[in-house]
C-alpha cells in the first residue's frame, strides 16, 4: 500500500476543518434557520490582517492563515518548532540499523 501524499493529508485535514467549522458554527449560533446562510467569514492574514484568498492562502503548521508575504516562519514568528519536528520526522523515517557481531576466534 502506498503512503498518503502531501496533497492528500493537506486536502483530508482541510475537509476535516471546514466541516468542525460548519458544526461549530451551527451550534454556537441557533437563531439561524435552516433557510437562512449565516454572514460569510472572511479569512484574514494573521501577521497584517490584509484579506487572503483561497489561491493566495497559506496555511502554518501553527494553526494560522497567512498571505504570500508572512507564509514563511520567519517573517510571522512561527510557535511552531519546525527543527524538532524535522529531527523527528527524519528518526522515525531512518531507524538505527545496527549490525550483529560475528564472533570469530
Do not use: Y
Amino acid at each position: 500500500m502506498l503512503a498518503p501524499s502531501v496533497a492528500d493529508v493537506e486536502a483530508e485535514a482541510e475537509i476535516r476543518k471546514v466541516a468542525a467549522a460548519g458544526a461549530a458554527s451551527s451550534v454556537a449560533n441557533p437563531s439561524f434557520s435552516s433557510g437562512e446562510a449565516p454572514a460569510k467569514v472572511v479569512e484574514r492574514c494573521g501577521r497584517c490582517h490584509k484579506k487572503v484568498r483561497l489561491s493566495a492562502r497559506f496555511e502554518c503548521r501553527c494553526g494560522r492563515t497567512f498571505c504570500a508575504a508572512h507564509r514563511l516562519s520567519e517573517t510571522h514568528d512561527c510557535s511552531f518548532d519546525h527543527n524538532t519536528f524535522g529531527r523527528a520526522a527524519i528518526a522515525t523515517a531512518n531507524p538505527v540499523v545496527k549490525k550483529d557481531k560475528l564472533e570469530r576466534i
